[in-house]
C-alpha cells in the first residue's frame, strides 16, 4: 500500500484525486464556472452527468489505487485520456485561451502514472 509509494506519489496522487474529485463535483452541482463554458463548447447538456461521474470516479479509483496498484494506474489512464478529450474538445470550439485549464488537471494524472 503506502509503504511500496514514494511519498512524491502519495502526494500527487492525492493532489490528482482531489482536483478530478472536485472537478466531478463541481459539474454535477452545475457550478457556473463549469457548466457556462461546457455549454459555450457545445457539450450536450445530456452529457454532463455521466462526464462529472466520469470525473469523479476516476478520483475515487485514484484512491482506490492506494490498497488495487492496477485500479489506480487504469483511473489515472482514464483521466488523462478524458481531459484530452476536454482539450481537444475546447480546441474545437476555438477557446484557444481555455485549453490550460483541462491541461492544469491532466497534468497530475500524468505525473500518477510517471510515479508509479
Known amino acids: 500500500m503506502f509503504a511500496e509509494m514514494s511519498t512524491t506519489a502519495v502526494v500527487v496522487t492525492l493532489v490528482a484525486a482531489f482536483m478530478a474529485g472536485f472537478s466531478g463535483v ?6 457556473a464556472f463549469v457548466v457556462e463554458p461546457l455549454a459555450a463548447y457545445g457539450v450536450p447538456r445530456a452529457w454532463w452527468n455521466r462526464l462529472g461521474a466520469a ?3 476516476g478520483a475515487v479509483g485514484l484512491l482506490a489505487g492506494f490498497f488495487l496498484p492496477v485500479v489506480g494506474t487504469l483511473a ?3 483521466l488523462v485520456l478524458y481531459f484530452a478529450g476536454a482539450v481537444i474538445t475546447v480546441l474545437r470550439a476555438r477557446s484557444y485561451g481555455h485549453v490550460a485549464f483541462p491541461l492544469m488537471y491532466m497534468a497530475p494524472a500524468v505525473a500518477v502514472l510517471a510515479l508509479v
Open 76 to 78: 489515472a489512464t482514464g
Open 26 to 31: 463541481s459539474v454535477l452541482a452545475r457550478a
Open 55 to 57: 470525473k469523479v470516479a
